[in-house]
């Protein structure tokens, strides 16, 4: 088992859908961090969390440490959103990044 | 302020031979992380350097290594390459720790023939 689990591995939706990509880890942690990779590998932090929520734009992301759980959402989902969107773990020393195998997103018109 | 950057951009060696690759960071970012992404084993960390020094070392052998200058550059050198070894090498920039917001490279396409 995965130190950290993703879910849906793959998510195609319609343009304007409300969108859910799931996260769970199995080890005690300091922080987690929400990633979106483009096309070609650029990849971009968007959020940072060691408890509670955060939200930028249409993106919103929370955490339930008891619950050793994540989630993104989307909110008014575009093509342009089409990425892949990888959680990864900071260990509870702050040692390292633990990587989720990533949630493929397609949004279409 | 100019992002990260890695040089080359491509690369192509053979079996056998060694490689170095080179990350700038954003200026005044201290820590540099570097991250190794292939199909099979999605992203995997391999260290992360701060202050010219080794602060973490994800699980990788010991052919992996790297190093950073006092102007927080850094490089990773890989010797005795193997096919395994074929990846997307990214590294990442950091004010002072893992827990600061992460700015990556565009990457390193190293392809091991």
């Known amino acids: 088992k995965n130190e950290v689990e993703q879910s849906p591995q793959n998510l195609t939706a319609q343009e304007g859908e409300f969108i859910t990509i799931n996260c769970s880890y199995s080890?005690?942690?300091?922080?987690l961090h929400w990633l979106q990779q483009h096309p070609g590998g650029g990849i971009v932090s968007l959020f940072m969390?060691?408890?509670g929520k955060k939200k930028h734009g249409r993106l919103i992301a929370t955490i339930n440490i008891q619950e050793k759980h994540s989630s993104l959402h989307i909110t008014a989902s575009h093509p342009r959103d089409s990425a892949v969107y990888i959680c990864?773990?900071?260990?509870?020393?702050?040692?390292?990044?633990?990587f989720g195998e990533g949630t493929q997103l397609t949004v279409n018109p | 302020k100019a992002g990260v950057t890695q040089t080359p951009r491509y690369l192509i060696k053979t079996r056998g031979q060694q490689v170095t690759l080179s990350c700038s960071p954003i200026?005044?970012?201290?820590?540099v992380s570097w991250y190794q992404q292939t199909p099979g084993q999605g992203l995997q960390f391999l260290f992360e350097?701060?202050?010219?020094?080794?602060?973490n070392k994800g699980n990788f052998p010991g052919r992996f290594s790297g190093r950073q200058f006092s102007n927080s550059r850094s490089e990773m050198n890989v010797s005795t390459l193997e096919l395994g070894d074929s990846a997307l090498y990214l590294c990442?920039?950091?004010?002072?720790?893992?827990?600061?917001?992460?700015?990556f490279g565009p990457g390193t396409r190293l392809t091991v023939l």
């Open positions: 990442a920039s950091s004010l002072s720790t893992l827990r600061d917001t992460q700015y």
């Open positions: 080890v005690g942690i300091s922080a």
């Open positions: 969390l060691s408890s």
């Open positions: 990864a773990v900071e260990g509870a020393s702050g040692s390292r990044l633990t």
């Open positions: 200026s005044g970012h201290r820590s």
């Open positions: 350097y701060f202050s010219e020094t080794q602060r």
